[in-house]
């Protein structure tokens, strides 16, 4: 009889917990830090700052608009993304993407680029107006992403291609490869799941 009572009690305390918790999600171990402020411009010449994300799951990742590798794809896997959320019916999600070439990326330039990719505007924010230091250093210290000038002789910037979960309180949550790496296919089901839990559930806690 104690024996019953004595697991029923386990149990109960089980269900509390779940109950309780919302870290369905869990940050990665080089992750779960809050991102530092900025003010900056996005496509349209206005002002952004991370306290324009407040309320919303965000994905981030760098691009520019001159690359000639890894951002076409990059950024046609982050628009199917944002196609597999709306059909889906998500509402409180964002998208941005900080440019590594700040000096050439305006906001007219950035706006033309995102037109190719034909999501809705209100969704994806593409970023710039601050000097080439600022982003190296923002990358580094917010992501754990490099972001290196472009070797002699050309005008290909070196940058991170991952994709960053962020959440409703702007702590960045996790990684996952923005493109096909070998073997491994982009993640895209995963990165839809994972923001449409964030929606659902909330932020993490701390």
Do not use: R
């Amino acid at each position: 009889m104690k024996k019953g009572i004595f697991l029923c009690l386990i149990a109960s305390i089980m269900l509390i917990t779940s109950a309780c918790s919302n870290n369905a999600i869990e940050p990665d171990s080089q992750f779960g830090n809050k991102m530092q402020s900025f003010n900056v411009t996005d496509q349209n010449g206005d002002k952004f700052s991370q306290k324009d994300m407040k309320g919303k799951v965000y994905i981030a990742n760098f691009i520019f608009t001159n690359c000639e590798t890894v951002c076409p794809p990059m950024s046609y896997n982050m628009s199917t993304v944002i196609d597999e959320l709306e059909k889906d019916g998500v509402k409180d999600y964002g998208v941005i993407s900080f440019s590594v070439d700040p000096e050439n990326d305006t906001p007219k330039k950035l706006k033309e680029y995102i037109k190719q990719y034909n999501v809705p505007a209100n969704k994806w924010t593409l970023l710039t107006n601050y000097d080439f230091k600022f982003i190296k250093q923002y990358a580094e210290d917010n992501f754990k992403s490099i972001v290196a000038p472009p070797p002699k002789g050309s005008t290909q910037v070196t940058h991170g291609t991952s994709f960053y979960l962020i959440d409703q309180n702007g702590k960045i949550i996790k990684s996952y490869s923005g493109q096909d790496a070998g073997d491994k296919k982009f993640p895209k089901s995963e990165i839809v799941a994972d923001v449409k839990t964030l929606v659902e559930e909330g932020p993490i806690e701390d």
